[in-house]
């Protein structure tokens, strides 16, 4: 017993341990802590700040079917990856319906984690401009619905907390992302972690980006693979032509294979494509990162 402890301590504790040895900081941000409305409410954001930090942040929001998250696979080396390149890196530990949370906590904590990095810009060495957010999977989901939302579906008011800065994100990127609740092609076990087992029509449009894309939206890089055997490929292929019809700022990334979780590991997807690459491109060209 002692040994499988020690164990799960390594593994949690093994990020900040590298992390620190590169020279960056880090921080434990309880995004709810102090808010009387969320008493109890214990939900983690681990920001890591490169020691020449450019002033663009990245939320990131690992994927798992809105059940789980894949915080090692895909939260972690996004944030190595992020860091590298010179920006703040946060990692949300989101609310899942494995721990009986559905809609609308993953809004909530989406929300609040843009706020805090936004309010608290200058400890985190972030620019408030520059807030942006990257997610997998479900979590892709979440950030394109974030992208969607802006300051009109504003879940903060709802629990009493007024926001004088803005929960539109800069940039956003969904990667082999959850995008319909339809019957056709949503994700079932998404869609059932998120709204419950018996949604209306209504609550499934509602939740259906490929619905909602508006030119007001940020700056978008969606990336996906047409093998992708657990989102179908055709949800990021509903959510461009949607990008596409209202004149979004937006780049399509699609890939023939590479399938769903590579996150952004050296595997033999990334050895391929190197698909991190575009999304630099991406984001030098909008000003969030320098060649």
């Known amino acids: 017993m002692k040994f499988l402890l020690s164990f799960f301590t390594f593994l949690f504790l093994f990020p900040f341990y590298s992390f620190a040895k590169e020279g960056k900081s880090k921080y434990d941000v309880y995004i709810w802590k102090g808010v009387e409305s969320m008493k109890g409410e214990r939900v983690l954001m681990q920001v890591f700040v490169p020691e020449n930090a450019n002033g663009t942040c990245a939320i990131i929001c690992p994927g798992g079917s809105y059940h789980h998250l894949g915080v090692f696979t895909e939260g972690y080396t996004s944030a190595r990856w992020f860091n590298e390149q010179g920006a703040t890196a946060c990692v949300l530990w989101y609310r899942v319906a494995k721990n009986n949370y559905h809609y609308p906590s993953q809004m909530q904590d989406i929300q609040r984690a843009i706020q805090i990095m936004r309010t608290d810009a200058k400890k985190y060495k972030v620019n408030p401009e520059k807030v942006g957010l990257v997610g997998y999977s479900a979590g892709g989901h979440l950030v394109a619905w974030a ?85 179908l490929f055709e949800n990021s292929k509903r959510f461009s032509q949607a990008l596409e019809e209202a004149k979004c700022d937006f780049v399509f990334a699609s890939y023939p294979w590479g399938g769903h979780g590579f996150g952004m590991k050296n595997g033999a997807f990334m050895k391929t494509f190197k698909w991190n690459q575009g999304l630099k491109e991406f984001l030098c060209s909008h000003g969030f990162l320098s060649y």
């Open 147 to 231: 992208a969607e939302a802006g300051d009109e579906w504003n879940e903060l008011e709802k629990i009493g907390i007024k926001s004088s800065v803005s929960l539109r994100p800069d940039f956003s990127v969904p990667v082999y992302p959850v995008v319909s609740m339809q019957d056709d092609i949503g994700h079932k076990w998404s869609r059932k972690s998120l709204l419950g087992k018996k949604p209306n029509q209504e609550e499934k449009d509602r939740f259906s980006l490929e619905l909602h894309a508006s030119s007001a939206m940020p700056p978008i890089y969606l990336v996906a693979c047409e093998d992708d055997p657990v989102v």
